[in-house]
């Protein structure tokens, strides 16, 4: 495996994949959720005692060769993990009569195409997701017909969880002005800020989201800046709100917008 960089995650939810490498279990996998995918791995690898799940004690070594990640919250991540889990139990995907194709198919394949009809899905279709893989042994392209949507970003190298600094209460007591709609934003209103650091966008979280959304849509995609044209991602937006920091930042302080790629 070539070298890359780990990316630092600010406020990680993300749902992962096991891969058994035990000769006695080869092939076997896991599903679970986690805010933190190195411990989380070090934790199945020694058991329930370290807080494993029973499933996966005494039958590692096992490898975490992708996650799902971006889920706004844990609700979202868990409901994720149990569909991805119960493909024929969840409501979202039984429409697809999904099961694994005797004698064709491995159950690691099987878990990889449900996924890749989860993310095709809504609510899932809609989020801010990036697919992680990790492990570029196990990695398998999406195929063409089942590729997830433009704004999901499939990305490839480790991963390093960091919690959200706390942010301090807010002493400013000045009103702005919304530049979208010239209504003022109170002190204590949320405000929202282009992506663009050169941009002087300000505007009423709704004011914006109104610009981005498609007819019949309540929670925007992606859109436009309408002052200087910058391409904004709706959960870039709502991560930088919360505090996050949304450019590529990497374990060794470095920070740019580049993915880290084996290829």
């Known amino acids: 495996m070539s070298m890359f960089k780990t990316e630092v995650i600010e406020d990680f939810f993300g749902v992962y994949l ?3 490498i035990n000769p006695k279990y080869k092939g076997k996998t896991y599903i679970g959720y986690t805010r933190d995918p190195n411990r ?3 934790q199945h690898n020694r058991g329930t005692w370290a ?6 004690s005494n039958k590692g070594p096992w490898k975490m060769v992708l996650t799902v990640h971006g889920f706004p919250n844990n609700i979202s991540a868990l409901r994720f993990e149990w569909a991805w889990q119960n493909p024929t139990k969840t409501i979202r995907l039984q429409h697809l009569n999904l099961k694994k ?15 890749t009809e ?14 992680q893989w990790l492990e570029q042994e196990y990695l398998e392209e999406f195929p063409v017909e089942r590729k997830p949507p433009n704004h999901m970003i499939i990305c490839y190298g480790s991963v390093k969880a960091r919690n959200l600094k706390k942010q301090k209460e807010s002493t400013d007591t000045l009103s702005t002005e919304c530049l979208l709609c010239s209504n003022i934003i109170f002190s204590r209103q949320p405000k929202i800020n282009c992506l663009n650091s050169n941009c002087e966008l300000v505007s009423h979280i709704t004011c914006l989201a109104d610009l981005c959304l498609s007819p019949g849509e309540y929670v925007p995609i992606d859109g436009y800046c309408p002052f200087c044209s910058e391409r904004l991602k709706w959960g870039d937006l709502m991560r930088k709100l919360k ?6 930042v990497y374990d060794d302080g470095h920070s740019d917008g580049t993915l880290s790629e084996w290829r």
Request: hydrophobic share 40%; with cysteine.
């Open 243 to 248: 505090g996050c920091n949304i450019a590529k």
């Open 101 to 115: 194709i005797p004698r064709k198919e491995s159950e690691y394949q099987f878990k990889l195409r449900v996924l």
């Open 51 to 56: 807080g494993g799940a029973h499933r996966t």
């Open 40 to 42: 989380r791995i070090m």
């Open 18 to 20: 096991l891969y058994n």
């Open 118 to 131: 989860m993310l095709r899905v809504g609510p899932w279709c809609r989020l801010p997701l990036t697919i």
